[in-house]
């Protein structure tokens, strides 16, 4: 592929378009377009859902209180935020941070695509159901998809909780997170890899999870396509 100096270029200049989108209706009550923070060239990118107030404000994912755990939770498995690459499903606030719809999330999509594509990490992590799903094109939820690294476009992908519901749910649920990020922490350090090393756009499709030791799920979900 081209160099980390010619993808972080690229990736500045669809910010800047992205400053600028009015593609769907979320334009209308952004403050600013939070278009993704961090290295261009991380091993991990982690994707969000939508800006909320802090994020809106300041135009940087993971300013406010989600981000505070998020924080706490890299620095438990020895990452700092300024080493990963940080963005969202929508790049604008929804109104009362009601759910992102349908329409907006397609109306971004591309943004997020462009994205993964010249961050080009190692790993993904994804945080609650909007990005989860999204990106592993499945209707099953977060409960089910979380414990479980899936190979994902020649990488993998860990859907985990987002902080939100860490912080007003249960212990349980910051529990279980932790259990991720060290499940995360051992694919970005190789020790789990996949068995055949995917060369092929249809190796992509179908092919077995690498189950964490309590990993639930035995069928993949599709995938987004990254590269259609
Ligand atoms: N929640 C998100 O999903 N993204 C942010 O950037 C902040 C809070
Ligand atoms: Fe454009 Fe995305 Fe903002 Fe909608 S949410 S206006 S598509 S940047």
């Given at each position: ?148 690294a899936y190979p994902w476009w020649g990488r993998f ?72």
């Amino acid at each position: 592929m081209t160099t980390p100096a010619a993808r972080a270029e690229e990736l500045a200049a669809l910010e800047r378009v992205a400053l600028a989108c009015t593609a769907c209706g979320l334009a209308e009550g952004r403050t600013q377009v939070v278009f993704g923070a961090g290295d261009a060239d991380a091993d991990l990118m982690i994707v969000g859902e939508a800006p909320g107030q802090r994020e809106d404000e300041q135009g940087i994912p993971f300013v406010g209180p989600s981000g505070k755990l998020l924080e706490t939770l890299l620095g438990e498995i020895g990452l700092d935020r300024s080493e990963v690459y940080i963005g969202n499903v929508v790049k604008c606030r929804p109104p009362r941070n009601r759910d992102p719809r349908p329409d907006e999330i397609d109306a971004c999509g591309d943004y997020l695509r462009t994205q993964l594509r010249l961050v080009d990490p190692k790993v993904v992590l994804t945080l609650g159901n909007f990005s989860s799903k999204l990106l592993l094109k499945t209707t099953t939820g977060i409960t089910r998809l979380r414990g479980t690294a899936y190979p994902w476009w020649g990488r993998f992908l860990v859907p985990t909780y987002h902080p939100a519901a860490a912080l007003r749910g249960s212990a349980r649920v910051l529990e279980e997170m932790r259990h991720d990020f060290s499940l995360l922490a051992k694919v970005i350090s190789g020790e789990i890899v996949r068995e055949t090393p995917p060369s092929t756009e249809a190796d992509h499709n179908g092919v077995t999870p690498v189950p964490d030791t309590d990993g639930p799920d035995d069928n993949p979900p599709a995938q987004m396509d990254l590269f259609a």
